[in-house]
């Protein structure tokens, strides 16, 4: 069936650095668009990242530009997001998500813990 | 940047009653580029209308959405157990924005 599977959330102090990831499965990946969307606790959904499909076109939250980048390896089904600099206002569930004008399906959602 | 107002806040309403929900933006929403989102605890967002009034696959006809502009309207015609929930709206016309949310929940 289709599904993301997101993974790498952890417990990291201020100015640190995280990689997540996203496996997915049931559909042609290299056929959509990619995102990456954030709820910080107790806050409303927050748009992160996302991507073309070969990855040539990439577009930032103000929030995050210069210190978060996102990718995608299309042979192995695979979205990636590295975050560097990490503040405590990163503090969220990042989940996954494919575009398709809409994001039809999500992951399960990881947890980033920035914490001294 | 476009912002997205929400109202309002909380709804709080009866199973079986009829929900309105109201997403503003700050100007033109491109080709009517706004999605809405059905988000509950502990579980991943759900799509529910994209393109302002296209409902997405397996949603229920109880679900639609309208409008134009700067000012769109989800309504959810006989609200059903499983409809409380926290209802966010998207932009997508001119890079992406999302709405503060409504939450609906139960009278």
């Known amino acids: 069936q289709v599904q993301l599977v997101d993974s790498g959330g952890d417990l990291v102090k201020p100015g640190g650095s995280l990689r997540l990831s996203c496996a997915a499965s049931?559909?042609?990946?290299?056929?959509?668009?990619m995102a990456w969307i954030r709820q910080a606790p107790g806050q409303g959904l927050e748009w992160v990242s996302y991507?073309?499909?070969?990855?040539?076109?990439?577009y930032y939250a103000d929030s995050v530009k210069g210190r978060f980048t996102i990718s995608r390896d299309n042979a192995k089904k695979s979205l990636n997001l590295q975050m560097n600099s990490l503040r405590v206002e990163d503090t969220a569930v990042y989940y996954c998500?494919?575009?398709?004008?809409?994001?039809?399906?999500w992951g399960q959602g990881t947890t980033v813990t920035v914490s001294s | 940047e476009i912002v997205l107002t929400q109202s309002p806040g909380t709804l709080s309403l009866s199973p079986g009653e009829r929900a309105t929900l109201s997403c503003r933006a700050s100007?033109?929403?491109?080709?009517?580029?706004l999605a809405w989102y059905q988000h509950k605890p502990g579980q991943a967002p759900r799509l529910l209308i994209s393109?302002?009034?296209n409902r997405a696959t397996g949603i229920p006809d109880r679900f639609s959405g309208s409008g134009s502009g700067t000012d769109f309207t989800l309504t959810i015609s006989r609200l059903e157990p499983e409809d409380f929930a926290v209802y966010y709206c998207?932009?997508?016309?001119?890079?992406?924005?999302f709405g503060p949310g409504t939450k609906v929940d139960i009278k």
């Open positions: 991507l073309s499909q070969s990855g040539s076109a990439t």
């Open positions: 998500a494919r575009w398709v004008g809409g994001m039809d399906v």
């Open positions: 049931g559909f042609t990946f290299s056929d959509y668009y």
């Open positions: 100007q033109t929403v491109n080709n009517n580029y």
């Open positions: 393109g302002a009034s």
């Open positions: 998207q932009q997508y016309g001119i890079s992406w924005t």
